[in-house]
């Protein structure tokens, strides 16, 4: 018997909340964009990758962040005086680091899933989400959870300042989200480190109109303010000249009829919000000419996802404790 995850890709900020908004996405054709991690028992922990970007990863295991994971999961295990048992991990490594797309975070949301499965559910969804963001905080350098909140839970989530984290927010069951990755990495860090430490107060209050209009907005149902809030004025304005032609490109899906493009997360990944599938298809034709740099590169049109982290209908049925 195994245990099986997915956790699917995300979009972190989702343009008007920087670091305080999330998104889970999937595939309108139903490919599994996110990673997957599965557990089965073994004489000897060992743990091991393969997928199409496994070849990204850190050489050594123990350098993987699926071994960190494991080794607090112990840990919690043992505070909760668990007897813990060796297993052998897989993460199918399916997102390429750097992406923007909440790479760390899915294959650090499927691990620890995937081990609470596998330990028949010992840890509630709170303790895993604080587990989740100590790892992310890993990786990035700073402890935010607007991947590691939707990729685990799902939908569009708002990040509180109180103990339960997170927030699920509406959302429009007829827009699509169109994404594409050049096929070049951008790391957090770095995409962090090129927006200034301090902004001026006239910045910060537009931001805070943005975020909550588009968050009022979004409980009225009103489309056409929800797509007039949706704009980035944090970190857009200094990460746009990472981005492969980024201005050029987003003119051109505004002029073809998305409501919004923005910089997924840390980038290169960039979305853009359309109210039809005929405009989807085409700004995801546009993207998949003009915004290919390699045979690494790949676009998706997608909807918001409403499940997060699941159990794979293979050795067993069902779905993660959470859901």
């Known amino acids: 018997m195994s245990i099986k995850i997915f956790a699917p890709a995300s979009i972190g900020n989702f343009s008007v909340g920087y670091d305080l908004l999330g ?4 595939p309108i054709d139903g490919s599994l964009l996110g990673d997957v991690v599965a557990v089965k028992a073994s004489d000897n922990y060992e743990l091991i990758t393969d997928g199409r970007f496994a070849s990204q990863l850190p050489g050594h295991p123990d350098d993987n962040i699926i071994h960190h994971c494991h080794e607090l999961f112990q840990q919690q295990l043992s505070e909760k005086a668990m007897q813990t048992q060796p297993v052998l991990i897989t993460l199918s490594k399916n997102l390429p680091v750097g992406s923007g797309l909440g ?4 294959s650090i949301v499927a691990a620890f899933v995937a081990l609470n499965q596998w330990y028949d559910c010992p840890f509630s969804e709170q303790e895993l989400l604080l587990m989740m963001g100590q790892m992310e905080a890993q990786i990035s350098g700073s402890l935010h959870y607007d991947n590691i909140a939707p990729c685990f839970i799902g939908g569009l989530q708002l ?4 103990n339960h984290i997170c927030q699920s927010l509406p959302w429009f069951n007829d827009w699509y989200i169109v994404i594409a990755n050049p096929g070049i990495n951008i790391l957090t860090k770095a995409a962090r480190d ?4 301090a902004i ?3 910045r910060a209050t537009e931001y805070a109109q943005n975020l909550a209009g588009f968050v009022q907005a979004l409980y009225r149902q009103d489309k056409s303010s929800v797509a007039h809030h949706l704009k980035d004025v944090i970190a857009e304005p200094y990460r746009y000249t990472l981005m492969p032609n980024f201005k050029q490109h987003k003119a051109k899906l505004l002029r073809m009829g998305a409501h919004a493009m923005g910089i997924s997360g840390s980038g290169p990944t960039i979305f853009a919000v359309c109210s039809n599938r005929d405009i989807a298809d085409e700004v995801h034709h546009y993207l998949q000419k003009h915004y290919n740099e390699n045979e690494c590169a790949f676009s998706y049109v ?6 997060g982290a699941q159990q794979l209908k293979e050795e067993s049925e069902g779905v993660a404790c959470h859901s």
């Open 159 to 162: 990040m509180t300042n109180d």
């Open 194 to 197: 090129a927006i200034p430490k």
């Open 302 to 307: 997608c909807k918001l996802s409403g499940q």
């Open 23 to 26: 998104a889970a996405i999937r």
């Open 200 to 202: 001026k107060l006239s």
């Open 103 to 106: 790479s760390s975070s899915s």
